[in-house]
Structures are given as structure tokens and as C-alpha cells.
């Protein structure tokens, strides 16, 4: 197969590029090696290849959005999650208080405070919160396809500065979104971004979003068609923060960055790409994980606005 080559070929490309930083808020995040690279793509009859440093693992952190948020529907349907979650693209950072003006609802579940919102909204409703957790923690690795375990030094490093989060749970808390104590929200959203993937898990994830919730080299049906087309619709319009329409005219495929410098594109029908560089550029984007899908796009035409 080619497709080991022109990975390889694709990350020697953007290698050079230093550009960006890690993010300082989470001291163990600003002191991760920010030179590693890697890639994999995932097909969606399971084909798998992978290019760079591979072996990393890293956390999830912001990626977890799309898939908890995907449980949730899964759990509690469509219209219990759409009353405390929206689906409109907020134009602001990942972790702004973008809130609705009358509802009080969180814009959409990528950003922070509707991450938090759609953390509480996994599993059945009144879980205690540990069971809540484990129902997280096999869901994702349901889709990443073997379990997935915490990096309890990168949440230990958040939580102690997680003032922000706070303040956003508090204020959804204030308005009815979230029903439980805020702490209790913001500790479990915060655990939950701190599981440890490699860039296979990753492409993996993206490749059972792909293939219409059933992970192709498992065979487990992980969550139902419907809720895998409201998901990716989401990560389309909001995935990328400040940076979606860009992202969506540039690239043009559904996709989730991470703060740790993950980022996952999913095509539908044909395969999950994720790619893992640290440096970030202003929106909280992996700056060379970005410059690899454009690449893909125009060698592979992948963008889903054009005629195949
Ligand atoms: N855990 C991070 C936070 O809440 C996730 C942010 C991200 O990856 N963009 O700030």
C-alpha cells in the first residue's frame, strides 16, 4: 500500500513548522515534548495505518466532546439533551461563557460549558457520578475499540486551576442546566479529558463515527445512526471553535481539536483521520495537526462540498 508513504511523506512536509505553543494552563500540558508528530487514518472497513510517534499517548481532552456528547443522546435522547444543550456555533473560544440569552443554555457541546452540561447527561439519569464515569469510560473505549485508562497526572494538574470551568458549571448550575453540584460536574468533565489515546485510538474513534456508529474493526455497534449524524453535525459547525468556518471552507470535513494537541477529522463512509502535533495556534488548534488535513484535503479531495 502506498498509504504508509504518503504519511510519512506528509509529516516530513510539516515537520519544519515551529510555530505555536502548548497550552500553559495545565502545567503538565505546557511541559509535554512539543515536538512530537504523528498521524493515522482509520477506513472504515478497519484498515489501519499509522505514521511518527505513534506510541505517544497524550490526552483526549477537548476530542472527548464529540463522543460524551454522543453517549448522552445515546442515553437520554435527542430531546432531553437538546433542552440543556444547543446546537449553534458560538464564534468565541472553547472555554467563553456562551450562553443563550433567555434559556440559559450552553450554545453547543463543544465548547466547555456545554461539554460539562452533556458530561452530566451521560448514563442514566440520577447515576451517581462514579458510575457515570465508568459509563464515559466504556463508551469511548467502546469506540477507540480496547479501554482506555486516565493520565491522573494531567488531571490532577488541571483540576487544582480549574477555576474556570468552575465558574462556568456554577453559572449553569445558577440557570437550571446542570442539576448537581458544580464541583461534582467539573471534576468528571475533567477526568474525562484527562484519558490517555494514541493517535490510532483516535483515528479509530473518528472511523466508528465514520461508519455510522459501528467501530469497523470491533464490529460493536457503539452508538445509533441518528445520533452519529447529529454529532457530526455539531463537530462541522462547532468543532473547531473561532476557527469552524475556516476549518469547514479549508478542509470540509467534520472534526475536534484537543488542547493537548489532538485533532480528529471523520468522513463519512470512508475513513477517521487524527493527527497529533502539541503547538497550538490562537484558537487552541494544533497548528501542524490543521496544516496536515488541508494537505489531505487537497491531495485526497476530501472536502464534502466537492462533487466526488
Ligand atoms: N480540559 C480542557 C478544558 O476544559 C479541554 C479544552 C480543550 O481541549 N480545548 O479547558
Redo the contacts with the bound molecule.
Sequence with gaps: SPIPDYLAEALRSVEADQSGAT?D??PELANADPDRLAVAFCTEDGRRYSQGDCDASFSI???SKPFVYALALADRGFDEVLDKVGVEPSGDA??EMSLEPITGRPLNPMI?AG?ITAHTLAGPRGAAPHDRFDRIVDGLSAFAGRRLEMDEAVFES?IRT?Y??RALANMLRANDIIDEDPLVAVTG??RQ??LAVTVDDLALMAATLANRGVNPVTGAPVVPPAVVRQTLSVMATCGM?DAAGDWMTRVGIPAK????GGLIGALPGQAGIATFSPRLDRH?NSVRGVELFRRFTSDMGMHLMDVP
Design positions: 497550552a494552563y495545565i481532552q477537548s476530542i472553547f472555554n466547555n461539554s488541571e480549574a474556570r470551568n468533565y475533567t479529558c484527562s471553535y481539536s484537543g488542547v493537548a487552541g
